[in-house]
């Protein structure tokens, strides 16, 4: 027994070391197995605290150039949605699903194509009467006069002055700007403001027998050809009868928060300066 | 400062610089610029500069903890343990042979340049740094199949933590008081 003792002491460290390398290697021997790697990796909560900290801090340093990958990426994804918007012209409806092309029943054309644009808001007001938004994106960048704009949750305006590296949009917080709109059912009416708050909207003298309910999407048309077809406006967030002539009011909240836009995407509608010419040209005969 | 004190709060910067900011890092060999990713290593710094008169038992249960914490971060699961216990139990044998008296003479001094003198201090952290990389890639990679760019990463490591490891002594030693 004293000579067990003596051996352990004379041979500490080197136990100590056989001992802690063996710890070692059972741990890397679990970690090759798939239940293993729980105990040391960088789930845990030390390691994970540590890293999320770091994480938070470099997240906010790198915000400006997230948000333009994912601009970037909105646009694309966007444009892929167009693809597949086309109009079956036999039944005369918009179509959104991708047709298979040996169908011979039905005829589909693209009748529009938008080009999105990305633009980030440099200047914004929305107590005024007519209330503008500047942008930075110009001639320079392919942006025109008349063109639309929306954000990532509804419409935003139209362009209304442009110079080379600067566009003003007129958004439709505006009392020069109507906007033609339809319900879920198909009711068109256009939609007005009446420059109290940047938050309610109204269209007015709906009839009263259209039962609209609080929640209900209200969407542009593409009559007047200012901008694309079924971008969402708004909400219905109350109605309201007028006792005089018997018609409804609604009031609806806008799906974009002008207050706080910061990145909007502008829209050219391709097809636009083709429909023009025909439209012109049939005004004149 | 207590000698105690001084190392814990070595052993935190070390570790938080080894974690956060060098494990962010990857280099590669110049010749090939898509292979051969390394990061280099400067927390086996800690076992190299603790005190000379610091028992073994003391290195390998230090040297095991910094591992483990470097391992749990890097999830590389005992790796890095390994390495680290192996170069933490030779390195009094590395020391022995390299200072001209008996270890128990320096009392309340660290291997350092000034100590050492700039060769053998050189000698003895790059023999310690070699044999951990060796360890560390080698059991990483677990086989021989690519003898070659495992060597090549061992050394492009080696050559880059040495660096790394030269501008944190020379950043974080004391200049010499001018003694009057």
């Known amino acids: ?285 | 400062m207590n000698v105690y004190f001084k190392n814990i709060l070595r052993f935190c910067l070390i570790v938080i610089l080894q974690v956060f900011i060098l494990n962010k890092i990857t280099l590669h060999w110049f010749t090939e610029p898509a292979g051969a990713l390394f990061v280099p290593f400067v927390y086996p710094l800690f076992i190299i500069l603790l005190p000379f008169e610091t028992p073994v038992w003391a290195l390998l249960f230090s040297g095991f903890l910094l591992g483990v914490t470097v391992d749990i971060f890097m999830t590389t699961a005992g790796i890095h343990a390994c390495a680290m216990v192996l170069i933490a139990y030779l390195r009094t044998n590395v020391l022995n042979a390299l200072m001209p008296r008996d270890l128990d003479e320096y009392m309340h001094q660290q291997p350092s340049i000034k100590n050492m003198g700039w060769v053998p201090f050189l000698v003895y952290s790059g023999f310690l740094i070699l044999l951990h990389h060796l360890v560390y890639f080698v059991i990483e990679s677990w086989s021989f199949s690519s003898f070659g760019s495992l060597m090549l990463k061992v050394v492009a490591s080696f050559v880059t933590s040495m660096l790394f490891i030269l501008a944190y002594i020379l950043l974080f030693t004391r200049p010499n008081k001018i003694r009057g």
């Open chain 1, 1 to 285: 027994m004293r000579n067990f003792i003596f051996i352990i002491r004379r041979f500490f460290n080197l136990i100590l070391f056989a001992v802690l390398e063996i710890i070692c290697f059972i741990l890397i021997a679990h970690s090759h197995t798939l239940q293993g790697d729980d105990i040391v990796s960088s789930a845990n909560a030390v390691a994970g605290i540590a890293y999320k900290k770091q994480t938070d801090l470099f997240y906010y340093i790198s915000l400006g150039k997230m948000n333009d990958s994912l601009l970037s990426e909105n646009v694309r994804l966007r444009k892929l949605i167009d693809n597949y918007k086309t109009v079956d012209t036999l039944k005369d409806s918009a179509v959104h699903l991708a047709l298979v092309n040996n169908d011979t029943t039905v005829h589909v054309v693209k009748y529009a194509d938008y080009i999105y644009r990305t633009a980030r808001v440099i200047n914004n007001s929305v107590d005024g009467v007519n209330n503008y938004i500047t942008i930075n994106r110009g001639t320079s960048d392919g942006i025109a006069r008349g063109m639309s704009v929306i954000s990532g949750t509804g419409l935003v305006g139209r362009v209304e002055y442009v110079s080379a590296h600067f566009a003003s949009i007129l958004s439709i917080l505006s009392i020069k700007q109507q906007v033609s709109a339809k319900l879920k059912d198909g009711t068109f009416k256009s939609t007005v403001w009446d420059n109290e708050k940047p938050d309610i909207f109204m269209m007015k003298d709906m009839p009263a027998e259209i039962k609209v309910r609080k929640g209900d999407s209200v969407f542009t048309t593409s009559f007047g050809n200012t901008f694309p077809p079924d971008v969402l406006i708004g909400t219905v967030t109350r109605g309201e009868l007028n006792k005089k002539n018997g018609k409804q009011q609604l009031f609806l909240k806008p799906a974009t928060n002008f207050r706080s836009l910061e990145y909007v995407y502008v829209l050219e509608n391709v097809m636009r300066v083709e429909q023009k010419q025909l439209e012109d040209s049939a005004v004149k005969k």
